[in-house]
């Protein structure tokens, strides 16, 4: 059985994980409210990581159910799902709108 302290502190360091990786998600989340526009960032690459991030929060659901212990995996699993959920909403909510109507180029090549 390892130590407790190495048991707290690694504890402690996944709790940590959900604020260090806001720190990555916070400048995307500013940069889409300001510029109102997700064109350049991939949709398809976001919804990977939800599936991706699905399956890490079933894991540590799991393993808190049979081992009782692991909560701050749980945490840090939900947290960033739902970070990843907040960022595919964004890029949805910005998305350009198109337009049902042919443009004048679109009329050209026809």
């Given at each position: 059985?390892?130590?407790?302290?190495?048991i707290t502190s690694a504890n402690v360091c996944q709790t940590a994980v959900p604020f260090i990786a806001l720190s990555a998600y916070l400048p995307q989340w500013i940069k889409l409210a300001r510029t109102r526009s997700s064109q350049d960032i991939s949709l398809r690459s976001w919804c990977i990581w939800t599936v991706s991030s699905l399956?890490?929060?079933?894991?540590?659901?799991?393993?808190?159910?049979l081992n009782g212990r692991g909560w701050p995996l749980v945490f840090s699993t939900a947290v960033s799902l739902a970070s990843v959920l907040l960022t595919v909403c964004l890029i949805l909510r910005f998305r350009p709108?198109?337009?049902a109507k042919p443009t004048s180029k679109q009329c050209d090549l026809i």
């Open positions: 059985m390892l130590p407790e302290v190495v399956c890490a929060l079933f894991y540590a659901i799991v393993q808190f159910l709108k198109s337009s």
